[in-house]
């Protein structure tokens, strides 16, 4: 009877474990070395990714509650450790080798219409870099 009573919780613990969670602190599924700022989710319904001969184009776009300003401003930093050089004075645009990678911050059109949660939509774009 104890055994039966201590497998209940251990199986639902290793299911709740085992449940896909939303990425914190993560990277991105569809840009490998694109580090996932906490509170963001990746919509995988917003995916481009294919090779051209000059090299490979990915887009994704990821849903926050975060203001542009902050999500800028962690992409500033974090990118640069990662070896992402701006362009200029731009917190949009950065290059590193021979790919550049940009990022747009939007209101998410979701948010009026069907009341989601996150307000913004960041979308990153990475293209070949001549």
Do not use: H
Not at 21 to 50: C, H, K, N, T, Y
Not at 69 to 82: D, G, K
Request: a neutral charge; charged letters at 25%.
């Amino acid at each position: 009877m104890l055994k039966k009573l201590l497998i209940i919780p251990l199986a639902a613990c290793l299911l709740f474990c085992a449940a896909p969670q939303a990425r914190a602190e993560g990277f991105s599924a569809v840009i490998e070395d694109l580090p996932i700022m906490d509170g963001m989710a990746e919509r995988e319904d917003l995916v481009v990714v294919f090779d051209t001969p000059e090299g490979r184009i990915v887009e994704t776009t990821l849903e926050t509650s975060a203001g542009p300003q902050q999500v800028l401003t962690y992409y500033r930093r974090t990118l640069a450790q990662l070896g992402w050089r701006p362009v200029g004075t731009s917190e949009k645009r950065y290059v590193r080798e021979k790919e550049a990678l940009s990022i747009s911050v939007q209101r998410n059109p979701e948010v009026e219409a069907y009341g989601a949660a996150n307000a913004y939509l960041v979308t990153f774009k990475i293209t070949p870099y001549r």
